[in-house]
């Protein structure tokens, strides 16, 4: 049984908001609105272990591949140490910048989100439906696919 409720219509963002790319992650998804979202601040609401097992499990990953050390200090006792898994999971609990990367769950699939941008591509987000055009051609400014968000140009407005 799944500790992480997995839906394909529902997208779950697991990110320390002490982190930069954790933040503008977050931001990237709160722009969506024609979804179902759960998002999971480590820094207020941290996993379990069974939870990180999980993660780390179906990212195909131990779960100290889930840490960075990258901003800890040279003198930091984390630096070159070797944990088990137990402290691992107490090290995200106390120190939930270290994680890595945010880490977005969408049905089965999962993965960890290294540049804000690719959440986009994650969950298939397009570009309202505009096809790549040859620079002579007149673009499409019309719905082209299903539930998109679209406004409609106003061809009743006059120019001042």
């Known amino acids: ?21 954790g933040k503008r992650t977050r931001a990237h998804i709160d722009a969506l609105k024609d979804r179902e979202l759960q998002t999971i601040d480590i820094a207020e609401t941290p996993l379990t272990g069974t939870q990180w097992a999980e993660v780390a499990d179906g990212l195909n990953k131990k779960i100290k591949d889930l840490l960075s050390y990258e901003e800890i200090e040279d003198d930091d006792e984390l630096q070159g140490s070797d944990f088990d898994d137990n402290d691992y999971i107490k090290i995200l609990k106390e120190r939930p910048e270290l994680l890595a990367h945010p880490i977005a769950i969408q049905g089965d699939r999962m993965k960890q989100i290294i540049n804000p941008t690719e959440i986009q591509e994650f969950i ?14 007149e673009p499409v400014i019309s719905n082209q696919t299903k539930n998109e968000k679209f406004i409609e140009k106003d061809d009743t407005t006059e120019n001042p």
Request: proline share 0%.
């Open 1 to 21: 049984m799944k500790s992480i409720a997995r839906d394909d219509n529902q997208l779950t963002l697991i990110y320390s908001s002490t982190t930069r790319v």
């Open 124 to 137: 298939g987000v397009d570009s309202a439906g505009l096809e790549k055009k040859m620079m002579y051609d």
